[in-house]
């Protein structure tokens, strides 16, 4: 089984094109108001196969690391994808405070108007079939979610140092026009683990699964064709 976890304010919709082109697959369909990674690691784990490939976008690919940190005998392959692992910056408290703030002064539609248009290649943000719906699965969760979500970011473990001891085929993928999740900081992610493929998807940006689906399922497709020699292992 192929397992997708979501990222921020997402759930089983930013796969869509995914689910649709990979039958055996599950994406999670969000983790509720659960406050931690490590928490939604489990919660994923607990409704996963014994053995899976992984696929984790933004927040996601956090929760992914977590998933191999708690059971990598499980894991088959692994994908990351529009994510980081550098540690709590100086200023990020700061501005995910402020963005928590707009929901709380002015509405979760507010928040999520704010939050999402940078997250969205600028040619993407002004197709209705794309955007409209994209929108719509992020203002179907609530501030509670938002709220959560954001501590569990802010509360995260240090993960660096986990991408070296990742031995099942690994693909790190992301957008050229993700300013949220960079290429610079894809290729410092892959250059950690070892053999790792890395796929830069020309024009998207941060919402990668939905706003370049055929470009994301033929990296997808090459990285189970990889022959997987064994269970990560710590």
């Known amino acids: 089984m192929l397992l997708f976890l979501p990222g921020l304010i997402c759930d089983a919709r930013i796969y869509a094109p995914q689910l649709a082109a990979f039958p055996d697959s599950l994406a999670i369909d969000g983790y509720g108001e659960v406050s931690s990674l490590e928490g939604m690691a489990r919660a994923a784990l607990a409704q996963a196969p014994e053995s899976f490939d992984l696929f984790g976008h933004s927040m996601g690919g956090r929760v992914a690391l977590e998933v191999f940190r708690i059971a990598p005998e499980r894991v088959r392959r692994l994908a990351l994808s529009s994510t980081g692992v550098h540690p709590l910056g100086k200023d990020e408290p700061a501005k995910r405070e402020a963005l928590k703030a707009i929901g709380h002064e002015r509405g979760f539609e507010a928040l999520v108007d704010a939050w999402l248009p940078p997250m969205v290649a600028a040619a993407n943000r002004t197709n209705p079939a794309l955007y ?82 055929a470009a994301v399922n033929e990296a997808i497709a090459d990285w189970l064709a990889q022959e997987a020699s064994g269970p990560a292992r710590l």
């Not at 693909?171 to 960079?182: K, N, R, Y």
């Open 132 to 213: 409209g719906p994209m929108r719509q699965m992020c203002l179907d969760q609530s501030q509670a979610i938002f709220d959560a979500q954001i501590a569990a970011l802010l509360g995260r473990r240090e993960q660096a140092s986990l991408l070296g001891q990742i031995a099942c085929p690994a693909l790190v993928i992301t957008g050229e026009l993700d300013a949220w999740s960079p290429p610079a900081q894809h290729r410092e992610i892959a250059a950690a683990i070892p053999d790792s493929r890395l796929v830069i998807v020309e024009g998207a940006g941060h919402m990668l699964p939905l706003e370049a689906p």
